[in-house]
């Protein structure tokens, strides 16, 4: 997957990247944006993308926002060494694998807004994973400038959970919300991303990402379909005599140190849940799995996973436990 940095296309959202070019141009640019949607839609793509074209010197390009690989603007913001552009990021926890964001790199973005562009133009700050800013006095530190804002300088947050942030933090952006790509985008995405792939196994790929072509990668890396199948078979057990492998399944997951697997597994069982009640509530026939508990315990089922499945990653606790823990639930809530 190319790094959204250097990444020149961009899929499915032209309409936000007019919103972006109409705003820069009218000379009265909110001084922060918010920029929301589901994980690996294409975010960080845009606000990577509106970076180069405002420090390019908000050329007139088709598409909006465009600007040639081959210019020294996007080659120096694709090796991070812009002098007018600032990547705040999540770095790796102390802990483990979690990635948070350090109030000292909030400090460093901070003065860099408030010192002169070097080009005499624009001076930008990408902040890719906001909602990783859990500490207060991290979106404390970015919250006075984002209430005196210096001249000529934008703060991009990337965004996947607003609601992590603090109200005041959300009241001074102008957000900007991105949809899901279509069936017809993610298909020809997928076909020119993962060539090899059978068409079959792409059409799943194609559903279970919804919509997010970073999804899809992520799946695929973690062997999504596979664990897919296997988030099928543990709730099929459940409606018959079968027994399903939850040992080895959860073995298979705490493997994994960087917790990706475990986080897709969480994820599709979840969705393969949401799913079921989606369709029941349509009075659509509901899988076999489903008759074992009422719909409110289904519903209680997916947010204590999702609960569990976030302290996990949280608070570094044992995979393989939180794995059996959560398929005993779906036998015995």
Do not use: Y
Request: proline residues 7%.
């Amino acid at each position: 997957m190319i790094d959204p940095r250097a990444n020149p296309d961009l899929v499915g959202h032209d309409e936000a990247a007019r919103t972006l070019r109409d705003a820069a141009r009218s000379g009265r640019m909110h001084h922060a944006w918010l920029i929301c949607g589901a994980p690996g839609i294409g975010k960080a793509t845009l606000a990577w993308r509106f970076t180069r074209w405002l420090l390019a010197g908000l050329p007139d390009t088709t598409p909006p926002l465009h600007l040639d690989p081959a210019s020294p603007v996007f080659r120096r913001i694709a090796a991070d060494t812009h002098a007018d552009c600032f990547t705040l990021e999540p770095n790796t926890g102390d802990r483990g694998v979690k990635r948070v964001l350090r109030v000292d790199d909030a400090r460093e973005a901070v003065r860099f807004l408030t010192q002169t562009a070097a080009e005499g133009g624009w001076r930008v700050v990408v902040l890719d994973e906001a909602e990783r800013a859990d500490q207060p006095q991290v979106q404390n530190t970015l919250l006075k400038t984002l209430e005196e804002p210096p001249p000529k300088t934008v703060l991009l947050l990337v965004c996947s959970a607003p609601q992590k942030l603090l109200p005041t933090i959300r009241s001074r952006c102008r957000r900007l919300d991105l949809n899901p790509l279509a069936g017809g985008e993610m298909d020809m995405l997928l076909a020119r991303m993962l060539p090899d792939l059978a068409a079959g196994e792409r059409a799943r790929l194609v559903a279970l990402a919804a919509g997010s072509p970073g999804r899809a990668m992520a799946l695929m890396e973690a062997g999504g379909l596979a664990l897919q199948d296997a988030v099928e078979a543990s709730l099929a057990a459940l409606a018959t005599s079968g027994e399903p492998r939850n040992h080895a399944l959860a073995d298979k997951l705490a493997m994994d140190r960087t917790g990706v697997a475990l986080g897709i597994f969480f994820g599709l069982l979840r969705g393969a849940i949401a799913a079921a009640l989606r369709e029941a509530a349509r009075g659509q026939p509901a899988p076999g799995w489903m008759g074992c508990h009422t719909l409110a315990v289904w519903a209680g089922l997916w947010d204590r996973l999702g609960t569990l499945a976030d302290d996990t990653e949280r608070l570094n606790l044992d995979r393989k436990q939180a794995v059996l823990t959560g398929l005993s639930w779906l036998a015995h809530p």
